[in-house]
């Protein structure tokens, strides 16, 4: 089956730094990859996601890369705020609708 | 719109106690899914309905976990003889088949086998 995996596992930045975070994922099947955020005690939210035929996705402060080739995605978060502090997952989703989550970046932005 | 509404909010079972857990999904989203969610880790599939027919439940352990949605609206996952490895938060979620396609999710059930 779809396994995802996403790098780095955490992060520290200041206020206001950029961060990257990046994902694979290993089955060519997958053709829709949302990501979602968790914040400590809330529930998960959607923040943004790309389909296959796509190679790049922005809204804000946040861009999606997108390398069917290579089978990776990234996704790129910009002057970040104490409030971008949670934990990022990235996902992939087959034809049948079946969502398969990756291991999480935990992100710590510092005021 | 209502967001999907989940209860309990929190379990705390001893091994072999049997408990279940209730999703009510947003209105008029024909898709639900119940998610397992360990400490420290991504959201695993357990099972998806569309309406009220399985699609999915290759992940659901069959022998203790059963889950059923009658009438295509609210769903019930159940645990028979509760498992100490089944400590995890539970998660559903619903999305609508003709888009858009995100997930929604609830805040989730958190339980504890001791």
């Known amino acids: 089956g779809e396994q995802v995996e996403q790098l780095p596992s955490s992060l520290i930045v200041q206020e206001g730094a950029s961060v990257l975070i990046n994902c694979s994922y290993t089955?060519?099947?997958?053709?829709?990859f949302p990501w979602y955020k968790q914040e400590p005690g809330k529930r998960l939210q959607f923040i943004i996601d790309?389909?296959?035929?796509?190679e790049r996705k922005q809204t804000q402060r946040l861009t999606l890369l997108f390398d069917k080739k290579t089978k990776h995605l990234s996704l790129h978060i910009t002057a970040t705020q104490p409030g971008d502090s949670a934990i990022y997952f990235c996902s992939a989703r087959d034809m049948g609708y079946k969502l398969t989550f990756g291991t999480g970046t935990s992100l710590l932005v510092d005021p | 719109e209502a967001g999907v509404t989940q209860s309990p909010r929190y379990a705390v079972l001893q091994e072999g106690q049997a408990v279940s857990f209730w999703c009510d999904p947003i209105s008029g989203h024909d898709t639900l899914y119940w998610y397992q969610q360990p400490r420290d880790q991504g959201p695993q599939l357990l099972v998806y309905f569309r309406d009220e027919a399985v699609i999915d439940n290759s992940q659901l352990p069959s022998d203790r976990f059963s889950a059923v949605r009658p009438k295509g609206t609210n769903s019930t996952l159940k645990i028979q003889s509760a498992k100490q490895g089944d400590t995890a938060t539970y998660l559903c979620a619903s999305s609508r088949l003709g888009g858009p396609y995100e997930q929604y999710f609830g805040p989730g059930t958190r339980l504890t086998v001791l």
């Open positions: 790309i389909r296959s035929n796509m």
């Open positions: 089955d060519s099947a997958s053709v829709y």
